[in-house]
């Protein structure tokens, strides 16, 4: 945030992590692609997101397991979809 708020540097975390510790709850979805184009530098460009990706790309899904670690590369769009858990309110 700091380099954010002090350079106006987009900086994504070299390593994502996620860890389950129980079965309940929505499956951590993971696509393949970053969804920032990125500049000369590799610093990700804000300003231009791909939409419409140059190369296939695919989605990974961890189901929640008790003792589950995922690791992925950070600059990775993922999420939580609680509409994708098994019974919904766990």
């Keep these: 945030e ?6 106006g540097l987009y900086v994504h975390p070299f390593l994502a992590t ?6 309940k709850g929505a499956p951590l979805v993971v696509l393949t692609r970053p969804t920032l184009a990125k500049g000369s530098d590799g ?8 939409l419409w990706p140059k190369a296939a790309s ?11 670690h ?7 769009l993922h999420a939580a979809p609680p509409f994708l858990e098994r019974r919904k309110g766990e």
Excluded: W
Aim: aromatic share 10%.
């Design 70 to 76: 995922v690791a992925f590369q950070g600059s990775l």
């Design 18 to 23: 996620a860890t389950y510790l129980t079965g």
């Design 58 to 68: 695919h989605a990974y899904v961890a189901f929640p397991t008790p003792g589950l």
């Design 43 to 50: 610093a990700p460009q804000p300003e231009e997101p791909e």
């Design 2 to 7: 700091n380099l954010l708020d002090d350079c």
